[in-house]
Structure formats: C-alpha cells, structure tokens
C-alpha cells in the first residue's frame, strides 16, 4: 500500500462550489503539506502543518483553506472554487528536525478542474 | 526571498544522448539541495546534496553541486525512453521542512 494517499484522484467541479482534498499517511510523520502544481510553475507551497495544533500559510493560501484532523490526515478546502484553481495538487509528508535535509515523500496527486 | 530556477524549460533528445539539466539558487543560509522525478504522477526522489555532500551518482545519472557558484547540474547518460520525464530541482534548507521547487525541466526522449 502507499505510504501517502489522496482522494480523489480526479475531480471536476463548477465555480462557486465546495471542494474539500483528502490526504492520509502512514509514514508516521509529522509534517504534511500542500502543493499545487501548474505547467511552467513547478510546485507551490499552500499550507503546511508540523502537529495537529500547528498550521502554516504557504506562499499562496489565498482561497484555501486546510485542517489537520491527526497526524495522519490533512485535508485542503476550496471554500467557493474558481477557474484559476484548476490544478494538480500534492500533498508531502516529510520528518521533523532534519536540520535543513528536508527530503519529502509525495502523494499521487489530486487533478482538479473547476469550469 | 529564497530562489531556485531551472534551465532549460523544455529539452528534446534521442536514446543514447547524454543530457545536462541546470538549477540555480539564491538561498539564504543554504543546507541542501533536492533533485525529483516526476513522471505523470508523484514526484519521487532522486538526490539531496548538502555542504558535505556535494556529488551523486546512481546509474546513469548524477548530480553535483556548486557551492560558489550556487547551481546544481543533473546529468543523464545514454538516455532512455524512459527517462522522459519532468525533472524537479528544490531547496530543502529551510528549518520549516518546506521545498522551494524551481520550475521544471520537461526531457522528452525519443527513440
């Protein structure tokens, strides 16, 4: 089984809708995060969390939202979806205190398009 | 504000080339550096490099890094099909544990 998961896989939904991205590890880390992958961009940090009591904006949070509901999951909320949000987005896991060696394990990522 | 960027964007060769992908970086207080493979799905890893481990190697691909120069170089020999692929730099430095990817560098072999 993979060690980080994310449902669904594939989504397309309207503007103006709520969409929540489900993420879930079996790593045993402690830090989750999110990305958003567009072409030309490479990945872009949304949310990051350490513990369940501790998120973090990424450079671009705007229009997302996220909760951390155990060490194990991190979901990704778009409260009121809009075009520019169509996207492959990923989530990490990574360990904590590894002095600046900060390799991530990826999920296989959740294709989003909003019409 | 932290940086990483990748030449060249794009990159076509045939099977058997030898190809050079490029990434630069202006970090504060630099401590690694990350290569990924991305192949239509996750991302999975290739190399850190850090101050005390400045070259890779792993088949036919290796790494090595610069650190007067601030650039990293990823290097595929005798390419294969399936090397095709989108090939992710990042800095791995900061004491959050987040990634700073540059943009990418899409190879395309082919046969």
């Known amino acids: 089984d993979a060690d980080v998961t994310q449902t669904p896989r594939n989504r397309i939904t309207k503007t103006g809708k709520r969409i929540m991205l489900e993420c879930s590890q079996t790593k045993g880390h402690d830090r989750m995060y999110w990305y958003r992958q567009d072409p030309g961009l490479g990945l872009r940090l949304i949310y990051y969390s350490f513990d369940v009591k501790d998120i973090n904006k990424g450079e671009i949070s705007d229009g997302y939202s996220v909760s951390r509901q155990a060490q194990a999951k991190f979901s990704l909320s778009l409260e009121s979806a809009i075009p520019n949000q169509t996207a492959l987005y990923f989530c990490?896991?990574?360990?904590?205190?590894?002095?600046?060696?900060?390799?991530?394990?990826f999920g296989p990522g959740t294709r989003l398009t909003v019409l | 504000e932290d940086k990483v960027v990748q030449s060249p964007l794009s990159l076509v060769v045939h099977e058997g080339d030898t190809v050079t992908l490029n990434c630069s970086y202006e970090v504060t207080n630099f401590r690694s550096l990350l290569w990924y493979k991305q192949e239509k799905k996750a991302p999975t890893f290739l190399f850190m490099l850090?101050?005390?481990?400045i070259e890779k190697k792993s088949g036919r691909l290796s790494s090595i890094l610069d650190k007067k120069e601030l650039f990293s170089i990823l290097n595929i020999t005798a390419t294969q099909t399936g090397d095709s692929a989108v090939y992710l730099c990042?800095?791995?430095?900061?004491?959050?544990?987040?990634?700073?990817f540059g943009q990418g560098t899409t190879l395309q072999v082919k046969p």
């Open positions: 990042a800095d791995g430095s900061s004491n959050t544990g987040k990634l700073i």
């Open positions: 990490a896991t990574s360990e904590a205190g590894t002095g600046g060696r900060n390799e991530q394990f």
């Open positions: 850090t101050s005390s481990g």
